[in-house]
């Protein structure tokens, strides 16, 4: 998926929103849609293809987008050897990071290992102004792409890699660093990356204790977890600003608005902590939390919290074309969202959050149990991937999964019709991690499983106990 307009994978998630800034946000009660849309027959699909990343040990795909030209571009881990289609890697540390493209047939075209002594994961990518692939993710030891050599100082800091559409590397960049304060102990997780029209670079994610980001420095409490971090870096690669939560919270994405004036952060709450002025409390463990800022000088425009008193999270954010911003993630038992509010029963389930003009909101839920983990969004509608277990409905279909988790895609029509979805699973535990689409309306759902996964007549088995796998679904 884009992640211009969308981005995720990580923690215990999660988020929300909903009084910000004059256009989104108003003191007027939300309102049902005067113009519901029925819902219609879920269509059937094809699938061109079914392909997987594997090896003997574990790998993963945790993030995705397409060109114009309906390439796919995936980031992840591989452990061991790992068949990527023409061409296998072996892992120089226990984890290993990559960035890899695929053709329409989803035929291998090149792959890029961010290789250390330790340990790399790919989390995020997009497109730069450029038309460059960047890709941002986390690492310790030493990591090396394409000859350039990266050494983490702190147990984890972040690598920021450049390649252009032919896998050619244009740069490589360690940052969110330990400083010397907090030596060995400081440690960050990028999760989000996005840009502006104007090629300016926001990353989202936590950090621990203290790190620094270009020339600029954020300090932490040590007895948190882990506290959101949000950066922006000028065209040149320069930080320009960096903000942070003051206490317990989670980035997990970051959309910049239409209007390129703000850039919202979407993530976790857990408990008691400020943004800007701005000071909020999660009605239970967790909560859906949405950050907007001024993308001038990093301001906190707003700050908002949704939840229950159950475990509550958002995993991603986007925006349609009118300004209006969507989440997604998960909750349990009861939630509240603006005035609406859902019950997931015993499990938890996944959420759609639409946040409009004019004080105009609505959600919806995939009943059952299921989560959320991406999100994307184009003028044909709304698309989201995740995973559920048992038996879930989608619109007004009943779908029981094949064995502990079974991966899904799903579309909405932009007023949140369920309009088609598509299941790939077996008999293991099975998830979608990112969506993405092509100008043809095509969906890619890339993600892992286990064992061997089915989606109609095509199935793949995995080569070690968890394989990457990427399926592409042609709409009729």
Same mark, same amino acid.
């Given at each position: 998926m884009n992640k211009s307009i969308k981005l995720f994978l990580g923690f215990p998630l999660l988020i929300a929103a909903m009084l910000f800034l004059n256009a989104c946000s108003s003191d007027s009660d939300p309102e049902p849609d005067p113009n519901p849309e029925p819902e219609p027959e879920v269509p059937s699909n094809k699938t061109p293809f079914l392909k997987k990343i594997g090896g003997t040990g574990d790998d993963y795909i945790s993030a995705s987008i397409t060109d114009d030209k309906g390439n796919l571009y995936v980031t992840g881990a591989f452990n061991g050897t790992a068949s990527f289609g023409k061409s296998d890697l072996t892992s120089l540390g226990g984890v290993d990071a990559y960035v890899a493209k695929y053709n329409t047939n989803g035929d291998l075209i090149w792959v890029v290992p961010i290789a250390g002594t330790q340990y790399s994961y790919g989390r995020a990518l997009t497109f730069d102004k450029a038309g460059n692939v960047c890709v941002v993710g986390d690492f310790n030891g030493t990591v090396n792409v394409a000859g350039t050599n990266l050494t983490a100082f702190g147990q984890y800091n972040t690598f920021i890699v450049r390649v252009?559409? &032919?896998?050619?590397?244009? !740069? %490589?960049?360690?940052?969110?660093? @330990? #400083?010397?304060?907090?030596? /060995? *102990?400081?440690?960050?997780?990028?999760?989000?990356?996005?840009?502006?029209?104007?090629?300016?670079?926001?990353?989202?994610?936590?950090?621990?204790?203290?790190?620094?980001?270009?020339?600029?420095?954020?300090?932490?409490?040590?007895?948190?977890?882990?506290?959101?971090?949000?950066?922006?870096?000028?065209?040149?690669?320069?930080?320009?600003?960096?903000?942070?939560?003051?206490?317990?919270?989670?980035?997990?994405?970051? &959309?910049?608005?239409?209007? !390129? %004036?703000?850039?919202?952060?979407? @993530? #976790?709450?857990?408990?008691? /902590? *400020?943004?800007?002025?701005?000071?909020?409390?999660?009605?239970?463990?967790?909560?859906?939390?949405?950050?907007?800022?001024?993308?001038?000088?990093?301001?906190?425009?707003?700050?908002?919290?949704?939840?229950?008193?159950?475990?509550?999270?958002?995993?991603?954010?986007?925006?349609?074309?009118?300004g209006q911003i969507f989440l997604v993630g998960y909750f349990t038992g009861q939630a509240t969202f603006g005035k609406y509010t859902l019950d997931a029963g015993a499990y938890n389930d996944m959420f759609l959050f639409r946040v409009g003009n004019g004080g105009y909101y609505w959600t919806k839920q995939l009943k059952g149990y299921a989560m959320a983990n991406d999100l994307m969004i184009n003028n044909n509608g709304i698309y989201v991937t995740g995973w559920f277990s048992n038996k879930v409905t989608f619109g007004s279909t009943d779908v029981t999964s094949r064995g502990s988790l079974d991966a899904f895609a799903m579309k909405y029509s932009l007023g949140g019709t369920v309009q088609w979805y598509g299941t790939a699973g077996g008999t293991g535990n099975d998830r979608g991690e990112s969506v993405a689409t092509d100008a043809l309306g095509n969906v890619f759902m890339s993600g892992d499983f286990q064992s061997t996964i089915h989606y109609g007549e095509k199935n793949v088995a995995s080569a070690g106990a968890t394989d990457a796998m990427m399926v592409k679904y042609v709409m009729d």
């Open positions: 252009t559409l &032919a896998g050619v590397l244009v !740069s %490589a960049i360690r940052d969110g660093i @330990g #400083t010397a304060n907090s030596g /060995s *102990s400081g440690l960050t997780w990028p999760r989000a990356v996005t840009f502006d029209s104007d090629g300016n670079m926001y990353m989202a994610g936590s950090f621990y204790y203290e790190a620094k980001f270009g020339n600029l420095s954020v300090i932490g409490d040590p007895d948190m977890d882990g506290q959101m971090f949000v950066v922006k870096y000028n065209p040149d690669g320069s930080a320009a600003w960096v903000q942070k939560s003051s206490a317990g919270a989670n980035a997990s994405g970051i &959309a910049v608005s239409p209007s !390129s %004036a703000l850039v919202y952060v979407t @993530g #976790t709450l857990y408990g008691k /902590s *400020s943004f800007g002025a701005t000071e909020l409390t999660s009605k239970g463990e967790g909560d859906v939390l949405l950050v907007g800022y001024q993308i001038e000088n990093g301001a906190v425009n707003s700050a908002q919290n949704f939840g229950g008193t159950g475990g509550d999270g958002a995993t991603d954010i986007a925006f349609d074309q009118y």
